[in-house]
């Protein structure tokens, strides 16, 4: 089956722009999407990417998708503390079940 | 405005006994899924269902079920907790006709369980 992974931990200072990476194994994933999930809360959608796309861009993030690499990346540019979070890669091949990596937690240094 | 909301958001109980966590949404989305969330798991899928009366078993089933009895409402039971049951719990659901994607969930608060 689908297998998404992602590094733990990701530190950063306020201001300077944060890159969250993750690798999938199902080349037929046609869904790729990055959710947040702040403490004590339920995970939110940020943003997604259709297959068929190498970037998407929306405000402070930008998604880039290498498929051939199976390579999926998150950059917030201009990191604030609020964006301090797990962020979760996940991946979704049409069938309306998503795999998810185990979480990446940001945190942004004052 | 369309929500899903899951109660109650934090539950303590003793072993065996019986422990039902609710889940609801608003949205009529016809598929609905129960995640439980683990230090060092990332999120796991338990239950999901794709309709009324439909239910299905997920990667980590063993000890829990589901009924869906509406479209707004799949109710998780844990038939004799376990304290390897302690754990976050969430609830999603998505919606295939939605135009252009069909995979996209949207989550509850959580619920906090611990079994003592």
């Known amino acids: 089956g689908e297998d998404v992974e992602q590094s733990l931990f990701l530190s950063v200072r306020e201001g300077d722009s944060s890159v969250i990476n993750c690798t999938y194994t199902d080349s037929s994933s046609t869904y790729l999407y990055w959710y947040k999930q702040e403490p004590g809360a339920g995970l939110q959608l940020l943003t997604y990417i259709f297959s068929n796309m190498d970037m998407k861009q929306d405000q402070r993030l930008t998604v880039l998708l290498n498929k051939k690499d199976k390579h999926l990346s998150l950059r917030i540019a201009d990191t604030q503390t609020g964006d301090s979070a797990i962020y979760f890669c996940a991946a979704g091949a049409g069938s309306y079940q998503l795999t998810f990596g185990k979480g990446t937690k940001l945190s942004v240094i004052p | 405005d369309a929500e899903i909301t899951q109660s109650p958001r934090h539950k303590i109980t003793e072993t065996g006994r019986q422990v039902t966590l609710a889940c609801h949404q608003t949205?009529?989305?016809?598929?609905m899924f129960w995640y439980r969330q683990d230090l060092g798991h990332g999120l796991r899928l338990i239950h999901y269902?794709?309709?009324?009366?439909?239910?299905n078993k997920g990667e980590v089933s063993d000890g829990y079920s589901v009924s869906r009895s509406n479209t707004e409402d799949l109710p998780l039971t844990l038939e004799s907790a376990a304290s390897s049951q302690t754990s976050v719990y969430f609830c999603?659901?998505?919606?295939?006709?939605?135009?252009?994607?069909?995979?996209?969930?949207?989550f509850g608060p959580g619920t906090r369980l611990t079994v003592l």
């Open positions: 949205w009529n989305h016809n598929n």
């Open positions: 269902s794709y309709g009324v009366q439909d239910t």
């Open positions: 999603a659901s998505s919606d295939p006709g939605l135009a252009g994607n069909t995979d996209t969930q949207y």
